[in-house]
């Protein structure tokens, strides 16, 4: 599903969008309303007994369940911006609603247009086309992001005793299906160094994980695209059945103590992070093997099966081809410190932070590791520290406060704002821009009428495949149709917006490099504040 929380965090936390900061005053005259109707999409007919749930970043607001009429109605609201949503097992799904409001300001008639989730109904078979039992089936959504997401997977089913399955609830967007096999057991193996000389098993033919309809890899899979309340059946999935292949390996301590309790994982990265595909439980020392891998790459990790501080783990990538493998031994390294420095391009001799800067780094294609901790709050110009990090290439976030924005992040001259940044590559070096630009956008229909709940796409022109986070912006429209984002950098731009688009946060990459020509230009010059209406777009017919 849609990640709620992804998008209200994008539209009301974000440097670009601006937020109204919660006061005693603001409590004391809190006068504000928000009322409106659930209905259904097309035909306008009320939807009743649905939670609406509103989000603030200044105040918890408790969800109202629509009446008999779909009405749903919130008092005494302060000033702020407001995010209105449907959670998934409602049954239902609508667009996240943006509403702003000043002082006592009453909001009233909003729209909130809800659909029955898509549906996708299959059934998993082998390659004998015997329905095949108890495998899972998730759909995975599938994103461009500049290459930071893979496929999010978002939904899971476990097909019964006739091998059938039923996903329920999708949201529009672009999929493929993934079937997946029991989970394999890695074994406590012990050998002699003339047992590995000899070691060389024979493949075996086995049912792996498979994409839709019949590929071993995601590369090769067939997508679709799922239109609201769409449903999809006969999605049948024929398990692939090729040779495997046994993976040995042994793990060493980080120093000669006393043997610890171990957990070893395989996984892939079939979705975003990673998919645990084999596990075991082990003391240091001892040797493992797992067999039943097809052709792929992988990644061995192992860590503590308890965790506490001075903990300390492995992440190796390895490829299987067409044999088995001995992998070197596995070696336990501590989790390290980044070392970081933050600098403010500005005129001021003492530029100072209306709040902190927020540094994260997200994990590359592997399983989370229990003991690390990837962010820092940084309050002021100087340097920092990013506490509990893996050896290994992490993509950098940096969210600046409004005003600001990331003018270069490098790590030992490289951009990693574009590229990963390898946690051992030395000092990370954030350069914010102070002479950033304002841009607000009045959304109007083809009769010059405001449309609420537009998305508005501000995108780098051009746009490059592997873009920083801060090159393709997505807001949405208030319910005057106006949208403001902050902090952008100067440089060209193309503008984008529409109605009624659907448009994923994880997947706006995708959608603005199909539609950027169609885009206004836009030169936005150091310190600009610029204002401008636009009429919506028409999204291109589909094929």
């Not at 408790?62 to 209105?84: I, N, S, V, W």
């Not at 040995?248 to 645990?276: C, D, F």
Request: glycine fraction near 10%; charge should be negative; hydrophobic fraction near 40%.
């Amino acid at each position: 599903m849609r990640s709620y929380v992804f998008l209200l965090v994008l539209i009301m936390c974000s440097a670009q969008c601006q937020t109204v900061p919660s006061s005693p005053e603001a409590t004391q005259l809190a006068g504000g309303l928000i009322e409106g109707r659930l209905i259904r999409f097309g035909t306008g007919e009320p939807i009743a007994g649905v939670d609406i749930w509103i989000m603030s970043t200044t105040k918890r607001v408790a969800p109202q369940k629509t009446d008999a009429q779909g009405h749903f109605r919130f008092e005494a609201m302060e000033a702020g911006r407001y995010g209105l949503a449907l959670i998934p097992t409602s049954g239902y799904t609508a667009r996240e609603t943006l509403i702003v409001l000043k002082e006592g300001q009453k909001a009233t008639g909003i729209e909130m247009r809800a659909f029955q989730g898509a549906t996708v109904v299959g059934r998993v078979k082998d390659v004998a086309g015997q329905p095949v039992g108890g495998v899972m089936v998730s759909p995975l959504r599938i994103h461009l992001a500049g290459g930071r997401w893979g496929p999010i997977r978002s939904l899971l089913a476990v097909t019964d005793g006739v091998g059938e399955f039923k996903l329920v609830g999708l949201e529009p967007g672009r999929y493929t299906l993934v079937a997946e096999p029991k989970r394999l057991t890695i074994k406590r193996k012990t050998w002699t160094e003339k047992d590995e000389e000899k070691w060389a098993p024979e493949p075996r033919m086995a049912d792996v994980r498979t994409y839709y309809p019949d590929a071993v890899s995601a590369d090769l899979a067939a997508t679709f695209t799922l239109e609201a309340g769409q449903a999809l059946e006969m999605m049948d999935i024929t398990l692939v059945r090729p040779e495997t292949y046994c993976v040995r390996s042994r793990v060493n301590g980080a120093t000669p103590q006393e043997r610890s309790h171990l957990k070893v994982q395989i996984a892939a990265a079939l979705y975003m992070g990673a998919a645990e595909l084999a596990t075991g439980d082990f003391a240091t020392g001892d040797g493992f093997e797992v067999c039943g891998l097809p052709a792929g790459s992988y990644r061995l990790q192992a860590g503590p099966a308890e965790i506490g501080e001075g903990s300390a783990y492995a992440s190796d990538p390895f490829t299987l081809t067409r044999q088995s493998l001995r992998l070197p031994d596995l070696t336990l390294r501590p989790l390290i410190q980044l070392p970081g420095r933050l600098s403010v391009d500005s005129t001021s001799d003492r530029p100072s932070l209306p709040r902190p800067v927020h540094v994260f780094l997200m994990s590359i294609g592997r399983l989370g590791i229990a003991h690390e901790q990837p962010t820092a709050e940084v309050a002021e110009p100087g340097a920092f520290v990013i506490p509990a990090v893996f050896p290994d290439e992490y993509w950098l976030s940096v969210r600046a406060p409004s005003g600001f924005y990331v003018k270069s992040a490098t790590v030992a001259g490289v951009d990693v704002l574009r590229a990963p940044l390898h946690a051992a590559g030395g000092e990370l070096i954030v350069v914010l821009g102070q002479d950033g630009c304002t841009l607000t956008v009045q959304v109007n229909d083809a009769d010059n009428h405001p449309i609420p709940n537009a998305d508005v796409i501000l995108g780098r022109d051009p746009l490059a495949p592997s873009y920083a986070p801060d090159d393709l912006l997505l807001a949405l429209c208030d319910q005057n149709g106006l949208a403001t984002l902050k902090g952008i950098a100067p440089g060209k731009y193309r503008l984008l917006a529409y109605a009624e688009a659907w448009i994923d946060p994880a997947g706006v990459g995708d959608f603005f490099l199909a539609n950027s020509s169609h885009g206004e230009a836009l030169n936005l010059e150091p310190g600009q504040n610029r204002t401008l209406s636009m009429t919506a777009m028409e999204l291109a017919p589909k094929k």
